[in-house]
Structure formats: structure tokens, C-alpha cells
């Protein structure tokens, strides 16, 4: 079997029950296999003994069962791990394990590299290698599971944060999420599933029409002049485009709110002025602002503000009647914070 072979991890349950039916295999079986990669976390189809060996014999010969492999594990200070991952012929993804109290949030990626290129972040220099498939994309989440111990706990929430953009590979995304929500697959909740963008407008109505996940959009700018530097994919779709689709999508409200990030850049975006522009510019859209500061990487240009102006900031845009929040970094030690990622 070459590498080239079909994953089973590349269909959601209905998708494989579709396929062993087309193969003549019972399609209960799909919901048999699922159990075991998802919720027993085996994929060794050997291993898989509710099903005949002669089932077992001919899967192990059409499909392969793991599409991605740690290469490198790294832990921070405060407790954040970055794996480097590695796809069969040898590209290099990451992803993040944070762990906080009550859970552990993974961040994962979705493209080899990244093509839109934002003006702050790492993964934008890299430019775009290819997307990733189903399988390397639910592959991030099971090698995860596999790094934690007992006293870890369990990947609770999965965030779609890491390199690429998820719109720009968003049929292979909603697979992805239908395998995490299924009760049969990974069973997490939709509402601990969020989805980032930075802004590719007509993809976003198919994106939140696949149930209560979150939308995370990154905003990091107040003007379009500004954001036409940060956020290059602005030229096309300006902030006055993408904030109307958000205003009038009935499938953003309040109990569905957008989650706005803006990183925060020393000089650029970070004025007294801009704090009162945010509020205005997003009024009308059930929303949460996240305020971030920027992680530095190898030729960046750009640093976070001093605290204090920080502060400030979030203070004046809470006086606006805006929910925001501003983040603490976590892993940029081992270049594994937000706009870090680039196989550093």
C-alpha cells in the first residue's frame, strides 16, 4: 500500500458508511471503525477485533490509518507544547497543546504553510505549499491525545488557529468537523470547536451554516489602510464587506457571537483613537473582542506595545460597552504563541 492509499480518517461517519457500502462492506461497520480511531484512539486495524480478520486483512490493504507523526515535541515554561508534525512525504505542520484549569485547547493547522501573507505573522512568509487533507487535519488532534498523560487530562476544545487559512481549505475542514462533533467520532461539542479567518468573506455563511462552532476573525486593524498592510487579503474583501456580512447573517447573534482578534503592534494599531474606532466599527454584530499581544519572530518588524498601553487600550474600548479581553501570551518561548508558527 502506497502513501498515496485513501485514509479512514479522511470521511466523517456518513462519508465511510457511503464508502464500505460502495465496497460491499456492511455499512455498520463504518460505525465500528469510528469507535475505535476516535473514541478508543487505535488505529492499528489489527487491533480492531469486533471486526472479521478477513475485514481487517482487506481494510489494512486499501487504507492507511495515520496520516501525520510527531518529529518534535517542545514544552514552554508555562506549561505549552508545540509538535511539529510531519505528513508522509515529509512536510512539516505544528500545532499547540495549552492547557489551562479545566481544559486543554488544541490549536491546529490546515495548510502547509500560508498564502495570504499578513504583514505580522510567521506562517505568512512561508508562503502556501498545499492544503491539508481530512486526514491530516484529524490526525493533529489523535497525535495530541497521544502526548498527554492520565494527569493531563483531554483535549477539550479544538481552535483551527494554526498555519493556514481555514476557508481557503474549507471542504476539508467541514469533514474535519463533522468527524470531532460526531457522538461516534470525537463527540466534542460544537460550541468547544472555533474556526478563525482572516477575512475570505464568501466562504463565512457556509462555514457557521455547519452548526453552533465558533467564528474567530481577525481583525487587527480599525482602518482599511492600516489592515490593506497587515491583512493583505483586505484589498479584496475591505472592512465595510466583511463586517456587513457579519451584520446581516442571522446565524450570528447572541448566543453566537464573532470572536474579533486583534493583535496588538506597537505604533501601527495600538492608539487611543483606534480603541475608539473599534467599537463603532463592529457595532451592531454580537461580538467578544480579543486583544493579543504580538509574539516577536526572526525578521518581523513589529512588537508588542508596553503594557500599560495595553491596559489602556482595553480599558477605553470596555468603556465603549464592548466584551474584551486581553491575552496573555502563552508558549512564545518556544515560538509556539500566536503568529509564531512557521517550523521554527
Not at 464500505?20 to 487505535?42: C, H, K, T
Not at 493547522?109 to 502556501?128: E, H, K
Not at 462552532?213 to 484589498?235: C, F, G, M, Y
Request: net charge negative.
Amino acid at each position: 500500500m502506497s502513501s498515496n492509499s485513501p485514509n479512514l480518517k479522511d470521511y466523517s461517519l456518513a462519508s465511510l458508511r457511503d464508502r464500505f457500502s460502495e465496497e460491499g462492506i456492511p455499512a455498520y461497520r463504518a460505525n465500528q471503525v469510528m469507535a475505535w480511531l476516535y473514541q478508543r484512539d487505535v488505529d492499528d486495524l489489527d487491533l480492531m477485533t469486533d471486526l472479521s480478520v478477513e475485514l481487517r486483512a482487506a481494510l489494512a490493504e486499501r487504507y492507511e490509518t495515520r496520516a501525520v507523526e510527531v518529529a518534535q515535541a517542545d514544552q514552554s515554561s508555562d506549561g505549552t507544547r508545540k509538535l511539529a508534525l510531519t505528513t508522509h512525504e515529509g512536510h512539516r505542520i505544528e500545532a499547540v497543546i495549552i492547557p489551562e484549569a479545566r481544559r486543554n485547547t488544541l490549536c491546529i493547522s490546515t495548510q502547509v504553510g500560508c498564502p495570504l501573507a499578513c504583514d505580522f505573522c510567521a506562517t505568512g512568509t512561508m508562503g502556501l505549499t498545499r492544503n491539508l487533507t481530512t486526514a491530516e487535519i484529524v490526525d493533529q488532534v489523535c497525535r495530541a491525545k497521544g502526548c498527554l498523560d492520565e494527569e493531563d487530562g483531554v483535549i477539550s476544545n479544538v481552535v483551527f488557529m494554526g498555519m493556514g487559512e481555514p476557508l481557503l481549505n474549507l471542504a476539508a475542514v467541514k469533514e474535519a468537523i463533522a468527524i470531532m462533533t460526531d457522538p461516534r467520532g470525537m463527540a466534542l461539542a460544537p460550541r468547544r470547536i472555533t474556526v478563525s479567518t482572516a477575512g475570505v468573506v464568501p466562504r463565512i455563511p457556509e462555514l457557521i451554516e455547519i452548526g453552533p462552532i465558533n467564528l474567530a476573525v481577525s481583525l487587527h486593524a480599525t482602518t482599511n489602510e492600516v489592515r490593506d498592510v497587515l491583512v493583505p487579503i483586505n484589498r479584496k474583501f475591505p472592512l465595510e464587506v466583511l463586517l456587513e456580512t457579519l451584520r446581516k447573517d442571522p446565524n450570528v447573534n447572541k448566543k453566537r457571537p464573532v470572536f474579533f482578534e486583534y493583535t496588538l503592534l506597537e505604533g501601527m494599531n495600538d492608539s487611543l483613537e483606534d480603541a475608539d474606532r473599534l467599537p463603532d466599527l463592529v457595532r451592531g454584530i454580537p461580538c467578544k473582542i480579543n486583544l493579543i499581544p504580538a509574539n516577536p519572530h526572526p525578521g518581523s518588524r513589529y512588537r508588542a506595545p508596553e503594557q500599560d498601553v495595553m491596559d489602556r487600550f482595553a480599558a477605553r474600548v470596555h468603556e465603549h460597552g464592548m466584551r474584551v479581553t486581553l491575552r496573555r501570551s502563552r508558549g512564545a518561548d518556544i515560538a509556539a504563541a500566536c503568529g509564531q508558527l512557521a517550523n521554527a
